[in-house]
């Protein structure tokens, strides 16, 4: 499976970003997309995975009501769309991709290259 993740870019406090995350390679539809991030010093965390069937969706606490995690399986990509940013939310946002939902990064086979998303204060 290759990733390739866009949409980073710098946003002032209180904006948004939609980050899209396209997969090539093996059959979309049967796979956990997952988005994590990882902000400068710190350890890669787990911020939003959505199910094969986009029946079930999962946050972290830290984003549940501001992010939405979405995907089109016609066009193998996966969204993240993120609202009322906030300047902790800067950091490198990966796709990932897994057989099964969770929320540790070493659960998730293939991951894209990453895109930065900076929000200013």
């Known amino acids: 499976v290759q990733l390739q993740a866009s949409g980073g870019g710098l946003v002032q406090a209180g904006g948004s970003l939609r980050l899209s995350c396209a997969a090539s390679g093996r059959t979309f539809k049967n796979l956990v997309m997952g988005w994590f991030r990882q902000a400068p010093g710190k350890e890669r965390e787990f911020a939003a995975a959505?199910?094969?069937?986009?029946?079930?969706?999962y946050y972290a606490d830290s984003v549940k009501g501001r992010f939405t995690i979405s995907r089109d399986n016609a066009k193998n990509t996966v969204y993240l769309q993120m609202n009322s940013l906030k300047p902790e939310d800067t950091a490198v946002y990966y796709c990932a991709s897994g057989q099964s939902y969770g929320r540790g990064s070493s659960g998730y086979d293939y991951w894209g290259q990453g895109t930065l998303v900076t929000v200013s204060s």
């Open positions: 959505i199910t094969r069937s986009s029946g079930f969706t």
